[in-house]
């Protein structure tokens, strides 16, 4: 049979059974690819599955099929599948459709359920799988009767591109058998507008009279395609354009008005040059609260600016920042409608477009000079683990390494056209100053549900999704912990990607609070670890251990040759001080207070 026989769709009423209804509904979105380990819930749909073209990838652990998910569905703008045995498998997965569903995307997990004659009596793997997700999907579909498959599948599917988040099938398990007929449900896809009249006028006006505005460039920009339409309203406008936090990839970093992003790490001259806008224009981006934190000693969001936010799902506008005008619409359609209503109009910050430009470039300046004089941290615990470093030696036989000097070298190395996703934790957040993309769909990261074992799942689904782009992750040693076995899938299905480990033995982002808030009274911090890249020669990957600075450019090198001219997986391990950047937010604990006796020196 042709692969173009294997994508085509039967048409009108035909007799079928719910296994050959729900696959012909996936054909029908386009589903290519699916994550997940295979389960006797699903069997009868999944021995159908390749000869209607769909390759069912097998995992390690069903949260990792999540992120492959979500990781897919990032790069391509398709749905990302996931689907488990019912129960345990399906349990596995809700971490990774959190992590989904504040990434706005749109995966769809397939969540096969115990057998309708036995549900209620506490039979093998049986459980309630639609309240365990209803806070982390968009829609949550429960198959009623097996006629009904096409129609709750297809309706998953187009409800979670047009809200943008995860959707719930949720299948009975005896209800992929039988005999029904059925027509499979054309896909349904919303043409999304540019917002309101009255809004984007208004908007317009405020523009027109702004001497010093600033576009934060999130989310929204990348899902909609809309970095041309960015960049032609700040080319307009002569405005400085922001990412927004863990959006690096929403504006291309060689672009003049390019500043770098908001939020934890992020880029000083964003901050300061938001700081002095009076009105800003967030495209694309709710706001969110981690994301415009105060940060490096800076409460850069501006106090008395106008804020102009325009986003596709109206529950956003306003709901963190006060606004003064708020556009429901599509990034792409809204930048392109307020370019169109500033063409040929005589704008207050035409006046002082050099000043300001020269203001940007000013600032940028500065921040490359602080990054590249900003070798190691410089608080006393840092300094002390610098020095207490010095006198050890990794069992590589090197030295340990600065991490902000490794990162450094790691963005000099990095290849054109790469992709890189981030786990959670102190180092890699710290990344978030040396991040740069010059297109979108480049950067992923946990978003705001900021779980360990992320990135490098995450990167397995978006090497799926792009096999002829370079593909690495950043993991911490703790982090990673969490997500090493899926090296097998790499190696079992030829999936070839690139993970940065930095193994300085410590979960760093945690234990920086017990040296801020506790004393150094350090509790379950601590990491004991064998050699990763020993591990994953085991696994049947390659393996480099860095413990030279100048090793660590050549060592990526190395690793994303034998990613894209080898087909091999490679882990790089980087040998790290235990020094630690700041931590993720200073409100966010106070000093302990006791009154019992026994503990009255635990402060």
């Not at 006006?205 to 970095?227: C, H, N, Q, R, Y």
């Not at 960049?231 to 990412?243: D, F, H, Q, T, W």
């Not at 690139?498 to 760093?508: E, I, K, L």
Request: glycine content about 10%; proline content about 6%.
């Amino acid at each position: 049979m042709s692969e173009q026989d294997r994508r085509t769709v039967v048409s009108g009423p035909h007799k079928m059974t719910p296994s050959e209804a729900f696959v012909e509904t996936m054909v029908a979105n386009g589903v290519t690819d699916m994550f997940g380990i295979m389960g006797s819930a699903f069997m009868d749909a999944m021995d159908i599955f390749a000869p209607a073209g769909i390759r069912l990838i097998p995992v390690v652990h069903e949260q990792g099929a999540g992120h492959m998910a979500d990781g897919f569905s990032r790069v391509s703008g398709r749905h990302g599948v996931v689907i488990g045995q019912n129960g345990p498998g399906i349990s596995n997965c809700v971490t990774s459709i959190a992590a989904a569903y504040w990434a706005h995307s749109p995966v769809v997990i397939v969540t096969p359920e115990t057998g309708t004659m036995t549900m209620g009596l506490g039979g093998f793997q049986e459980c309630k799988q639609l309240p365990m997700f209803q806070e982390f999907t968009k829609y949550q579909g429960h198959v009623t009767h097996p006629a009904r498959m096409a129609e709750y599948t297809g309706r998953c599917f187009d409800r979670a591109m047009s809200e943008m988040g995860p959707t719930q099938l949720n299948i009975p398990r005896d209800y992929f058998y039988g005999e029904i007929t059925c027509e499979i449900p054309k896909p349904s896809r919303l043409d999304r507008g540019a917002g309101g009249e009255a809004s984007l006028n208004e908007a317009a006006e405020l523009l027109a009279t702004a001497k010093f505005p600033v576009i934060i460039s999130g989310g929204g920009v990348v899902m909609a395609d809309a970095v041309e339409e960015c960049k032609a309203l700040a080319e307009r406008l002569g405005a400085p354009v922001v990412n927004s936090y863990l959006h690096n990839d929403s504006f291309p970093a060689s672009h003049p008005l390019w500043c770098g992003p908001l939020g934890y790490q992020g880029s000083k001259a964003a901050m300061k040059l938001i700081s002095q806008a009076d009105v800003v224009v967030a495209l694309g981006s709710r706001l969110g609260p981690f994301g415009t934190l105060p940060q490096h000693g800076m409460d850069y969001w501006p106090k008395n600016a106008k804020i102009i936010q325009i986003d596709a799902d109206n529950k956003m506008l306003g709901l963190v920042k006060k606004i003064s005008v708020g556009i429901c619409g599509d990034a792409k359609a809204a930048a392109k409608a307020l370019t169109w209503r500033l063409t040929g109009r005589s704008l207050e910050c035409d006046a002082n477009r050099e000043q300001r430009f020269a203001k940007v470039q000013a600032e940028k300046d500065a921040w490359e000079r602080e990054l590249d004089e900003w070798t190691h941290e410089r608080d006393p615990f840092s300094l002390d683990m610098i020095e207490e470093n010095a006198k050890e030696k990794p069992f590589s036989g090197g030295e340990y390494l600065h991490p902000r000097q490794v990162l450094r070298e790691l963005e000099k190395a990095m290849p054109p056209d790469v992709m890189v996703s981030t786990d959670i934790g102190n180092i890699n957040s710290v990344a978030n100053s040396y991040l740069r993309f010059e297109k979108p769909r480049s950067f992923f990261a946990a978003m705001s549900f900021g779980n360990c074992g992320y990135a490098f799942p995450t990167i397995i689904g978006a090497k799926v999704a792009a096999p002829h782009r370079p593909a690495v992750s950043y993991a911490g040693d703790g982090a990673w912990g969490m997500s090493l076995m899926e090296t097998m899938t790499c190696v079992r299905h030829s999936i070839p990607v690139t993970a940065v480990v930095f193994h300085n033995r410590q979960w760093g982002a945690e234990k920086k609070n017990q040296v801020d808030f506790y004393n150094r009274r350090f509790v379950a911090g601590e990491l004991d670890n064998q050699s990763f890249a020993e591990i994953a020669r085991a696994m049947g990957a390659e393996g480099i251990t860095v413990d030279r600075l100048e090793d660590v450019g050549p060592a990526l090198k190395k690793a994303i040759d034998l990613q894209m001219n080898h087909g091999k997986t490679c882990i790089i391990e980087i040998m790290c001080t235990r020094e630690l950047g700041d931590p993720f937010r200073r409100d966010a604990l106070s000093k302990p207070v006791r009154f019992l006796d026994k503990y009255k020196d635990y402060v």
